[in-house]
């Protein structure tokens, strides 16, 4: 479905990434693990053409996509949850979800979001800034879910919740992918991601260092000490 080669970019005369290559498959979970500041969310900024090439190719269902707008990708398909969930904190609940099926003609409807997240369904009329960390992060994916996604992207959907509220969000995104949703996932909560994801790469300084079956990555001893603690 994806197809990443060779791909840079850079901020201003600072490189961020470099040489990246990578594949996702229809129906896959893909994790991308490392450190802060190895280039994680610039690589999906970059995906969902928020961040520009400098390098590479780029490839979404066999087309060519990087000269193409944010907006080109996600009539596409390619819908990403940004970092931090920013949610429309002074609309409602439901005019949140609607903005989400905006760029491609309210593909999806919210009665599909409201049987995911059945709480958010409760809070409809609520202003979204007065939701809590886990039911905003909720609310994020149900909006990226409104465009009706082919490929979604993660980005940190474990930041800032505590704990029981991580694993609650990771047994969404596991339900996510039983229903097909083929999803590129970024964390923080390293160890996480790969107990769900069917394969996972590393990055550091805005390189891919290493990749393989995400079970083969968890037992790895390198990836272990630097990334998973002991």
């Known amino acids: ?8 970019s850079r901020y201003g005369r600072i490189p961020a990434l470099a040489g990246i290559a990578l594949d996702v498959h229809a129906g896959e979970l893909v994790a991308i693990v490392g450190a802060n500041g190895a280039g994680k969310t610039t690589l999906l900024r970059t995906l969902s053409g928020v ?9 979404f269902e066999g087309a060519d996509i990087g000269r193409e707008t944010p907006r080109q990708r996600v009539q596409r398909g390619i819908v990403q949850v940004p970092e931090g969930r920013q949610v429309f904190g002074a609309l409602s609940v439901e005019d949140n979800l609607l903005l ?15 049987t995911l997240f059945p709480v958010l369904r409760d ?3 609520e202003d979204a800034g007065t939701l809590s960390g886990g039911q905003q992060q909720m609310l ?8 009706d996604p082919r490929l979604l992207l993660l980005d940190e959907p474990s930041m800032g919740l505590a704990p029981r509220l991580v ?3 990771f047994n969404h995104i596991k339900a996510l992918k039983a229903r097909g949703t083929t999803i590129l ?6 160890r996480a991601a790969l107990a769900v994801a069917d394969r996972g790469y590393v990055m550091e300084t805005g390189r891919i260092v290493a990749e393989g079956r995400a079970a083969d990555l968890l ?3 390198q990836v272990q000490h630097a990334y998973l603690g002991n």
């Not at 309210?106 to 409201?114: F, H, I, K, L, Q």
């Not at 994020?140 to 465009?147: D, P, T």
Request: glycine share 12%.
């Open 219 to 221: 037992r790895n001893p």
């Open 140 to 147: 994020a994916i149900g909006r990226a879910l409104m465009a």
């Open 123 to 125: 809070k409809r009329g």
């Open 185 to 190: 996932l970024v964390d923080q909560n390293a």
């Open 1 to 8: 479905m994806l197809e990443v080669r060779a791909l840079g």
């Open 100 to 114: 989400g099926a905006f760029a491609r003609g309210a593909a999806a409807t919210v009665d599909t979001v409201w």
């Open 51 to 59: 961040q520009p090439m400098s390098g590479g190719t780029l490839r």
């Open 167 to 169: 694993a609650e969000i």
